[in-house]
């Protein structure tokens, strides 16, 4: 099973709304990452946790806060967001992100609007 | 450092055509490449990938060869199929990518008419 599900699949929030969006994998994997895609762009790396821990925050605004409950979950807290923050946000996994010659699993994606 | 440059879409084909998409990479190493599809409203999928020089990854009739003499790994299809019209990124990760860093091109859309 490479499956890596989100929830929910679309979120609509105002700017003063606190939202969650929700990441699960059940590979084993010990690394997760998010990403954020803009309409006809590559996806961006937002974070990455490997074993539970925060390890790489790309001067991600601190409105958007991750957390990484257990091995399995990954979740992306969500508050006071602009309309520009309106995008597809994918969450991925892989084995522990020491070997480059792993694979990133995706997940279908959030496609999240910002009234 | 790592960037991938593909070749600007969109890409417009017919039915049964032969596909190549171009995708050449800087690397500060000898880098892993994949490439990624993603089809409307999706996430994006693994389509290939290959780990060293020379190596052909291969999936659903699309191929493609980790050309090091040359820094490309451009995709091939024989045959394309209404089915295939996507988005396709081709990416790498370098040995000295933190955590497995991928590094994206800009994606290729293409589109397959009957």
């Known amino acids: 099973d490479t499956e890596v599900t989100q929830t929910p699949k679309h979120l609509v929030m105002g700017m003063t709304n606190k939202k969650s969006l929700k990441c699960e994998q059940h590979m084993g994997h010990r690394a997760m990452y998010w990403y954020k895609q803009k309409a006809k762009k590559p996806p961006e790396l937002m974070f990455v946790?490997?074993?539970?821990?925060?390890?790489i925050n790309e001067s991600v605004p601190s409105r958007f806060s991750p957390e990484c409950p257990n091995s399995s979950l990954l979740n992306l807290h969500l508050h006071a967001l602009q309309p520009e923050d309106s995008a597809l946000y994918l969450c991925?996994?892989?084995?522990?992100?020491?070997?480059?010659?792993?694979?990133?699993?995706f997940g279908p994606g959030t496609r999240l609007t910002v009234l | 450092g790592n960037s991938v440059t593909q070749m600007e879409g969109p890409v417009t084909l017919s039915e049964e055509a032969f596909l190549t998409i171009n995708c050449t990479y800087t690397?500060?190493?000898?880098?892993?490449l994949f490439w990624y599809v993603q089809y409307p409203g999706e996430g994006l999928q693994l389509l290939l990938k290959?780990?060293?020089?020379?190596d052909k990854g291969s999936n659903k009739g699309f191929e493609a060869t980790y050309r090091k003499e040359t820094t490309s790994f451009h995709l091939e299809k024989g045959s394309v199929q209404v089915s295939d019209s996507a988005v396709y990124f081709c990416?790498?990760?370098?040995?000295?990518?933190?955590?497995?860093?991928?590094?994206f091109g800009r994606g290729t859309q293409l589109t397959v008419w009957p």
């Open positions: 690397a500060t190493g000898y880098p892993s």
């Open positions: 991925a996994s892989s084995q522990d992100g020491t070997r480059f010659t792993d694979t990133q699993y």
């Open positions: 946790y490997s074993y539970e821990k925060l390890s």
């Open positions: 290959a780990t060293k020089a020379d």
């Open positions: 990416a790498l990760a370098d040995r000295g990518s933190t955590l497995g860093r991928l590094y």
